[in-house]
Every structure is written in structure tokens, then in C-alpha cells.
């Protein structure tokens, strides 16, 4: 049974950072993509950075230079650190295998200006 867990959201002020972690069970990790996006108050859900293995990542241009994806493969989890926090940049992030239905329950982000 595949399991995604998401957890690090938060309540941040504009300009602050926040790690997010999605540990994920019931697949070879390793192997997997993995995936996060987001859905802000009355959007649609957006991607938002990609990791395939280390070191080969995409981002949303709306992120690119501020977020980070990472994976710890001994940990089975994938990180999105995100610094420069802006207020558009609230919403319920999700993890994601790439390509399948597997996603977590989503962690709230907000950032209040």
C-alpha cells in the first residue's frame, strides 16, 4: 500500500522559509520521481518542482531560484525547501508520484504579508 505523508507546513511571514518533507512508503523509492504541487485558495492545483534522481530537478518558473527539491533516498523522502516566501505563495502542498493517483494529504502554507 503506497502512503505519502507530507508534513512542515506552517504559518510564515513574506520573506521567511519553510522545509517540507513528504515521506513516502509502499514503493521503491529510489526508482520513483516524486513530485510536489500546490493548490492556493480558489486555484486550481499547480506543479510545482520535480526531482527524477539527484541532481536532474524542474521547477515552476514562479518558484525557480526561491524552492529547492531534494531526496534522501535512505529515508524515502522527498524535501521542498522554500525560502523568500511571497503570499501568493499560500495554498495546501501535495507530494506526488509523477504519472500515478498516489498523492499525500497535503500540509497548509501560509504566508501572511
Known amino acids: 500500500q503506497v502512503q505519502l505523508v507530507e508534513s512542515g507546513g506552517g504559518l510564515v511571514q513574506a520573506g521567511g522559509s519553510l522545509r517540507l518533507s513528504c515521506a513516502a512508503s509502499g514503493i521503491a523509492f529510489s526508482f520513483n520521481p516524486m513530485a510536489w504541487y500546490r493548490q492556493g485558495p480558489g486555484k486550481q492545483r499547480e506543479f510545482v518542482a520535480r526531482?527524477?534522481?539527484?541532481?536532474?530537478?524542474a521547477y515552476a518558473d514562479s518558484v525557480k531560484g526561491r524552492f529547492t527539491i531534494s531526496r534522501d533516498n535512505t529515508k524515502n523522502t522527498v524535501y521542498l525547501q522554500m525560502n523568500s516566501l511571497k503570499p501568493e505563495d499560500t495554498g495546501v502542498y501535495y507530494c506526488n508520484i509523477p504519472e500515478t493517483d498516489y498523492w499525500g494529504q497535503g500540509t497548509q502554507v501560509t504566508v501572511s504579508s
Open positions: 526531482i527524477i534522481t539527484i541532481g536532474s530537478t
